[in-house]
């Protein structure tokens, strides 16, 4: 997921979504390393995960003039 995700937006034009998606791919890896180490995720891994999510998608709203 996390090279998808890199894959995708590893290279965008707009420096903000660049950023956002590295970032995303960053919060994937950590999250699948913890998880093979652990065998879990905490709550924390989770939300971080999300937000890194969720700022991509706003990003593309903002992009796509759906959101200010």
Known sequence: YAN????ILG???DPT?????????GAARAAA???????FLGPE???VLITAL???E???K???GLTN
């Open 4 to 7: 998808w995700i890199e894959g």
């Open 11 to 13: 290279d965008a034009d």
């Open 17 to 25: 979504l660049r950023s956002a998606g590295l970032a995303a791919a």
């Open 33 to 39: 390393a913890k998880y093979e180490e652990v065998g």
């Open 45 to 47: 891994d989770g939300e």
């Open 54 to 56: 969720l700022k991509v």
């Open 58 to 60: 706003t990003r593309c």
């Open 62 to 64: 903002q992009l796509m």
